[in-house]
């Protein structure tokens, strides 16, 4: 059972730090490389992929910071910039206003994208829309996604987090019922329990695919 999350705020935090020691170097290696445009080299790869666990820690730091400020987990609204309410009153628990959480919204990097251009468009989601059976009780959670990335991105996220470049594969529900809100798409929200990904009990943080071509990073922001 996940007891602490704010734990995995660090450790996120310390893989970002420690990938920034190699990031010119990385950008110099992956700039002499002569991929296709559809492929990354491995130095690329490495990038984007430190980039999107970063980005998962920014986020957990900006909902703690937020709960600090006295917001309850079931206050935040996780409403983008480009909703047409954004700036609609109370702006204060709005994770990505100014007035609230101040959390920078920023598309998912180009290299990683996998967007196959059908139904939900490859980008960073976060929410509480279900739960996750590892986590304390059955209330919902609040999960960050990185949703269709490209599978050798996939494998260096595990890697970085796991030390292995191993992707689970998760059955009986697709990856956007499980990972990103259905008010952003057609499916329905389903639970993510142990049925679905044995491998990924207990693990708050994995990349995972459909085993069908899509590849998604879930983040347990905050275990409820």
Same mark, same amino acid.
């Given at each position: 059972m ?26 110099? /290696?992956?700039?002499?490389? @002569? ?6 080299? *491995?130095?690329?790869? /490495?990038?984007?992929a ?36 954004? @700036? ?10 100014p ?7 920023k ?7 996998? %967007? %196959? ?6 980008g ?6 279900n @739960? ?21 991105? +996939? ?26 809100? %259905? %008010? ?12 679905? +990904?044995?491998? +990924? /009990? *207990?693990?708050?943080?994995? +990349? ?17």
């Amino acid at each position: 059972m996940i007891k602490n999350q704010k734990g995995n705020v660090f450790v996120y935090i310390l893989i970002a730090v420690g990938l920034l020691g190699s990031l010119m170097f990385l950008i110099s /290696k992956s700039a002499s490389q @002569n991929d296709a445009p559809s492929e990354l080299s *491995e130095g690329e790869s /490495k990038i984007v992929a430190g980039e999107i666990i970063a980005y998962a820690a920014a986020a957990s730091s900006a909902i703690a910071q937020m709960q600090q400020t006295g917001a309850t987990v079931g206050m935040i609204d996780f409403i983008v910039p480009s909703d047409t309410n954004f @700036n609609d009153a109370p702006t204060i628990h709005k994770l990505f206003h100014p007035d609230g959480g101040g959390f920078n919204y920023k598309p998912i990097p180009l290299k990683a994208s996998a %967007d %196959d251009k059908t139904g939900l468009a490859a980008g960073y989601y976060i929410g509480r829309f279900n @739960n996750i059976e590892w986590t304390p009780t059955t209330a919902q959670d609040v999960v960050f996604t990185a949703y269709e990335i490209k599978q050798t991105v +996939c494998a260096e996220i595990n890697k970085k987090i796991t030390g292995a470049s191993t992707i689970p594969t998760v059955t009986g529900e697709s990856l956007q019922n499980l990972f990103v809100s %259905d %008010d952003l798409h057609t499916g329905t929200n389903d639970d993510f329990t142990e049925t679905n +990904c044995a491998t +990924c /009990k *207990e693990i708050p943080a994995l +990349c995972v695919t459909d085993g069908s071509g899509k590849y998604a990073f879930y983040s347990l922001l905050e275990a409820e």
